[in-house]
């Protein structure tokens, strides 16, 4: 008796479970005129989590002999009682034979079962034409243009305001950038002295002084150890000017043999007397000295070094100023000049929709 009763629940609860799930069919209207359309609407109740399969048409698919399936549209569900959804698809309808047809049910597939709607009926109905009276039937019109719409025409006009306000301003910038003229510069190629023959036209140029015979010896021996001073830092690389006399022997004895230094050794240490232990030196000993500082800088010049140097040009800050803005003006110039183009190829290819 238990299994028996047991075995009653079940098939009640079965029953109540499929009675919860049910599949209805309507009509928007029951009858059309010919190529006129109807909606027909089909909503299947089930489970939120149940597969729900409704009938598939293909566009201009009969459902029935006459009647042609336009369209298929699914709704977004409705939420139901106790769990459960209401699903929606909505069928466009027509037909062009005027006569009452019979829609048969459409099936649903819930979770593999099927579930079959009622059966609609749909009348088609034709225009009665009283062809007694054809006076009354006007002949084909002309073909109208369509009226204008603001809307269809509004964003080409902005976009070609914005594109003569974008080649003001590019013209304007065009103005800014031609008035600032650009600054030219040029890299100079010179010939230089090599460094023996700066010094040997300064030994001439003491000499046509005729200061090795001159009374003041400090002048004479400034301009004389000045000479090799400079020559020995152009030709040595080290900065002569600011050492002494001894100081510079020393770098000099680390390079030549000390055999050519001992001339000039001699006349650095005469130099030095006579401009701080105020020496007298005579003709004969400047002739000397003259003679030993043309020997140490013959010994010493190197004359296959290039003679020509290349010379940069050196801007000043407002110049530099100058050239970054006109960099500037012509880069955004360039960016203006794209996005012209692209805006008038846009407003043409718009227009051309427009008039076609």
Known sequence: MKKFFSLIILITSALRLSAQVSVEASIDSIQIFVGQQAHVTLTAVAKNQSKVEFPQFKPLQYITPGVEVLDTKEMEQQEADNGYVSKSVIYTLTSFDDTLYYLPPLTVKIDGQSYKSKSLALKVLTFEVDTTNVDQFFGPKDVQDNPFQWSDWSLSFWLSVLMLVLMALCYYLYLRMRDNKPIITHIRIVKRLLPHQKAMQEIEQIKADKMVASENSKEYYTKLTDTLRKYIQERYGFNAMEMTSSEIIAKLTATQDDT?????????????????????????????????AIDFINQTKLENEPVEETVMPQLS???????????????VIVAISVVCLSLFAYVVYTLYLLLN
């Open 317 to 331: 800050e407002e110049d530099q100023r100058s050239q970054k803005a006109r960099r500037i003006l012509k880069s």
């Open 260 to 292: 050519a230094l001992s001339e000039l050794r001699h006349l650095f240490l005469t130099a030095d007397l006579v401009k701080f232990a105020k020496y007298s030196t005579l003709i004969n000993e400047n002739d000397m000295n003259l003679v030993n």
